[in-house]
């Protein structure tokens, strides 16, 4: 079983629809981030979560909220989604002292028509 | 102006190649310098890392940064099809940043057997 699952994969939306994604990892990680890819931009860091009590804003946090219900688990809502938010999600993890690994769940398509 | 730029190709070779990826960045502070794999459908895999300055090498793979230009780069030997992917730069500064990651836009190589 992969050690960072995300859910749905895919996912077609209407605008100013409240949308969840949702990520499990088994990885034993403190550490949880969400990123948005995008074709020429890159990924780039939405929200991260060091613990379970500790959120913290990314780069592009506007139109997000996330919530760490437990250690292994950490969602992202799109409170109402618009179409620039159409875009390739990934959640990832890492351990407390990484300095450079990160663990990248297998993203989830996401389209606002 | 973005803090890592990354030529973003795509760059086609034939099998057996030399394959250079490459990227520039603007963050002084920035220490740690990786480069992940993103096979297509999948999420990013850590493929190498280097920390400040000088070369790192493993099998095909050698990861090369110089400071003093902030440019660092990716070479591949003897290029095979299974190294068809994006290729992305990533960094990030000594503890005190929050161990983020800045990733660059990522690099789509095929090589063709």
């Known amino acids: 079983d992969a050690d960072v699952t995300q859910t749905p994969r895919n996912r077609i939306t209407k605008t100013g629809k409240r949308i969840m994604l949702e990520c499990s990892q088994t990885k034993g990680h403190d550490r949880m981030y969400w990123y948005r890819q995008d074709p020429g931009l890159g990924l780039r860091l939405i929200y991260y979560?060091?613990?379970?009590?500790?959120?913290n804003k990314g780069e592009i946090s506007d139109g997000y909220s996330v919530s760490r219900q437990a250690q292994a688990k950490f969602s992202l809502s799109l409170e109402s989604a618009i179409p620039n938010q159409t875009a390739l999600y990934f959640c990832?993890?890492?351990?407390?002292?990484?300095?450079?690994?990160?663990?990248f769940g297998p993203g989830t398509r996401l389209t606002v028509t | 102006q973005k803090e890592v730029e990354q030529d973003p190709g795509p760059l086609s070779v034939p099998e057996g190649a030399i394959v250079s990826l490459n990227c520039t960045y603007s963050?002084?502070?920035?220490?740690?310098f990786m480069w992940y794999r993103q096979y297509s459908r999948k999420g990013p895999e850590l493929l190498m890392y280097t920390y400040s300055s000088g070369n790192k090498e493993d099998g095909r793979f050698t990861a090369q940064v110089d400071k003093s230009s902030k440019y660092i780069s990716l070479f591949i030997r003897d290029s095979q099809p299974s190294d068809s992917a994006t290729y992305l730069c990533?960094?990030?500064?000594?503890?005190?940043?929050?161990?983020?990651?800045?990733f660059g836009s990522g690099t789509q190589l095929t090589v063709l057997p």
């Open positions: 990533a960094m990030s500064a000594r503890a005190g940043s929050a161990r983020q990651l800045t």
């Open positions: 963050n002084s502070a920035f220490q740690y």
């Open positions: 979560s060091f613990d379970v009590k500790d959120i």
């Open positions: 990832a993890t890492s351990e407390r002292d990484s300095r450079y690994e990160q663990y």
